[in-house]
């Protein structure tokens, strides 16, 4: 019998916890606009919004935050599994532009200079 594939989806290599959070917002965003993406799967993420607004909706003593994780969660988990890469790797692509942006705009780095000058008044009226 062969082992089946196992699915494990990686959202990114060392980009620290907010860039972390930040590319799965923009990753739920993007599979929640997929038209090939369930619509019963799209009820998570809204129903954990919704949760977050009405916490008193849940029986016992649940955590909101824990809550809107294991939504979240389970959704990129649940969408098929070319769909999110597809859509990881369009969000990667422009994670690296962005990178290779702002180390070209550092101070001290070479750039482009704009020169110009700043003028005060209106020198029509003179």
């Not at 294991?70 to 597809?86: H, K, R």
């Not at 990881?88 to 290779?100: G, H, I, P, W, Y």
């Amino acid at each position: 019998m062969p082992d089946k594939p196992t699915r494990k989806i990686v959202l990114s290599q060392g980009g620290g916890f907010f860039n972390d959070i930040s590319l799965r917002i923009k990753l739920i965003l993007r599979l929640m606009a997929d038209s090939r993406v369930n619509p019963l799967l799209k009820v998570l993420p809204v129903g954990s919004l919704v949760y977050f607004v009405f916490p008193d909706l849940a029986l016992g003593p649940f955590d909101d935050a824990a809550i809107i994780w294991l939504a979240t969660y389970l959704f990129v988990e649940l969408c098929p599994p070319g769909v999110v890469q597809e859509h990881l790797e369009a969000l990667n692509a422009t994670r690296k532009v962005m990178d290779s942006y702002q180390e070209t705009s550092q101070p001290g780095q070479p750039g482009e200079i704009i020169d110009g000058e700043i003028v005060e008044g209106d020198e029509e009226g003179k």
